[in-house]
């Protein structure tokens, strides 16, 4: 199949990148600054001491100038820029092209539906990590998999064209658990780790953040069985195991879930780190989303509230990022006042490890 990957950053340029590699001809599309730093610099993805570089990308800039119309595109963009390609996408392509939404959250595959009709769209999780080190310059931390929504009748041969670049494809029959079971990983330690400056390493260490972090875990899968979704498994990622765990006792759960949370992303900054100060996060759509749909189902979610909440607050410059920065007391006491249950308090010293 012919390929265009809407969005050039570190997730489209590992999918397309592949593609390209495995011979599939790939375009992508980008602002225009965007493709012009690529189109000097080439694209190269390093993997375990190996790089393989792409010098001709097929680079545009303009959706209504492609040379030659794809067969699928796969949507890489922030949550938050989705809506405006979903437009950009019914305006410029032609009208039965289907897109894979590879985006983080809940929430971005109605936003395309509405846009270009449910039938157009396929779910995808991603589950690599993928660090960009420079200008065309990728590497892949962890190289897992992705999943796909296996409705759609070009799902079979999107799993195998992925399957011969490499991207190790797994089908789903049931979107919506593939999707939360999604964000339920990229909730481990993402939006504490952000507003403290901390590593995930060092939220899981703390003992009153580990409960924390547990009951944002806990609220998430409650509000996913309220949805009548279930956690499961995705490419190299035991979310099923995740769910489960969260509800033992913290003896059980926490060595695993400190593994995960120090282990997950390889050398990866957890991605709202990147969001501070900025004015834009994905934040709604991930521990948002769980407040949201929390609401509508009749399940209290006072963790995902408050981490929302205070990471919107830095994002958008409301208070400034030294207020939360190292300073776990400060996010513990919000905590408390918002009746996040199974606190002893917010003592500002950290206790001994608990691993």
């Keep these: ?20 590699l495995a011979g599939y001809p790939v375009a992508f599309f980008d602002r225009p600054e965007v493709a012009e730093s690529l189109r000097a610099a080439g694209l190269t993805l390093e993997s375990s001491g190996a790089s393989r570089r792409i010098e001709a990308l097929a680079l545009v800039n303009r959706l209504d100038r492609l040379p030659t119309p794809p067969d699928v595109v796969l949507l890489t963009v922030k949550a938050y820029d989705c809506a405006a390609a979903a437009e950009q996408m019914r ?3 032609p009208p039965m092209v289907p897109v894979v939404c590879v985006l983080n959250g809940i929430g971005n595959e109605a936003t395309l539906a509405a846009a270009l009709g449910p039938e157009r769209v396929i779910a995808a999780s991603l589950t690599s990590a993928i660090q960009r080190l420079d200008i065309g310059v990728l590497r892949i931390e962890k ?9 759609h009748a070009l799902s079979a041969g999107l799993e195998a064209d992925f399957a011969s670049a490499g991207l190790q494809p797994r089908l789903y029959a049931d979107a919506e658990s593939m999707k939360w079971s999604k964000l339920l990983t990229n909730l481990v330690a993402n939006a504490t780790s952000a507003i403290l400056d901390w590593s995930a390493e060092q939220v899981f260490r703390h003992r009153d953040l580990y409960r924390l972090e547990v009951e944002a875990l806990r609220e998430t899968v409650r509000v996913m069985r309220a949805l009548g979704h279930r956690p499961v498994d995705l490419p190299g990622v035991p979310a099923g195991l995740l769910g489960t765990a969260v509800f033992l006792p913290d003896w059980i759960t926490h060595p695993i879930l400190f593994r995960a949370a120090a ?93």
């Design 1 to 20: 199949m012919r390929y265009l990957v809407y969005g050039a950053g570190a997730v489209g340029g590992y999918l397309g990148g592949s593609l390209a």
């Design 91 to 93: 305006v410029g392509l």
């Design 143 to 151: 190289a897992r998999g992705i999943g796909l929504a296996s409705a």
């Design 263 to 355: 282990g997950g992303r390889g050398e990866k900054r957890p991605s709202f780190a990147y969001d501070v100060g900025r004015g834009r996060s994905e934040v709604g759509w991930l521990n948002g989303a769980v407040v949201k749909h929390g609401q509508r189902v009749g399940v209290p979610t006072p963790a995902s509230r408050v981490l929302t909440d205070v990471l919107t607050m830095l994002v958008e410059g409301k208070r400034g990022a030294a207020a939360y920065r190292g300073r776990p007391n400060a996010l513990l006491a919000a905590a408390v006042r918002a009746g996040v249950p199974g606190l002893r308090g917010y003592n500002p010293d950290a206790l001994p490890p608990m691993a």
